[in-house]
T-cell receptor
Framework: ETGVTQSPTHLIKTRGQQVTLRCSSQSGHNTVSWYQQALGQGPQFIFQYYREEENGRGNFPPRFSGLQFPNYSSELNVNALELDDSALYLC????????????????FGAGSRLTVL | SQQGEEDPQALSIQEGENATMNCSYKTSINNLQWYRQNSGRGLVHLILIRSNEREKHSGRLRVTLDTSKKSSSLLITASRAADTASYFCATVPISSGSARQLTFGSGTQLTVLP
């Protein structure tokens, strides 16, 4: 059983550019969530995908968008990058939506650290 | 915005001592979870306590939940240097709907000195 893998691990972009981050879910998980973690802060919920559709969104602008694929892997896209987008982006998978228990225990990847100059 | 706030923000103890971290949150919840993060990497789930539970144990971890005070505590007994990490509480608000997204606090940085 493999865990959650994210790529790339580090990247540097300049303001105004676009970035795509990728995530492979843990085997057997059907739900992917993305979080942004600024330095010294807790993770902030960006959005969640279930059955290839957005299933909940945090307080992030539309330039943050995502995709989930039939194999449950996912992408996070950020357009028109701003300096404040510099952060660790965490992908987490779970088997929660549609299950009876619904506890939503997350399995996190190691993250993609984005620096915007 | 952060749902929860951990207290203290930083804690330094000697190996073998117990470490207690507290978490307060704002809204009614389905459950509360504690996660650990090493050096800005991915978070690891430690323990979950449901809103109708008051205490839970897992190995050297003990979690309590007081829904009337909207607070929780995490106790790590007989700490080890390897316990050095940031610890976050995370809640699933009742208002989160089918997404049941976790809302994290700001974390406690625990340092265990050998």
């Amino acid at each position: 059983e493999t865990g959650v893998t994210q790529s790339p691990t580090h990247l540097i972009k300049t303001r105004g550019q676009q970035v795509t981050l990728r995530c492979s879910s843990q085997s057997g998980h059907n739900t992917v969530s993305w979080y942004q973690q600024a330095l010294g802060q807790g993770p902030q919920f960006i959005f969640q995908y279930y059955r290839e559709e957005e299933n909940g969104r945090g307080n992030f602008p539309p330039r943050f968008s995502g995709l989930q694929f039939p194999n449950y892997s996912s992408e996070l896209n950020v357009n028109a990058l701003e300096l404040d987008d510099s952060a660790l982006y965490l992908c987490a998978s779970s088997l929660a939506v549609g299950t009876v228990s619904g506890a939503n225990v997350l399995t996190f990847g190691a993250g993609s650290r984005l620096t915007v100059l | 915005s952060q749902q929860g706030e951990e207290d203290p923000q930083a804690l330094s103890i000697q190996e073998g001592e117990n470490a207690t971290m507290n978490c307060s949150y704002k809204t009614s919840i389905n459950n509360l979870q504690w996660y650990r993060q090493n050096s800005g990497r991915g978070l690891v789930h430690l323990i979950l306590i449901r809103s109708n539970e008051r205490e839970k144990h897992s190995g050297r971890l003990r979690v309590t939940l007081d829904t009337s005070k909207k607070s929780s505590s995490l106790l790590i007994t007989a700490s080890r240097a390897a316990d050095t990490a940031s610890y976050f509480c995370a809640t699933v608000p009742i208002s989160s709907g089918s997404a049941r997204q976790l809302t994290f606090g700001s974390g406690t940085q625990l340092t265990v000195l050998p």
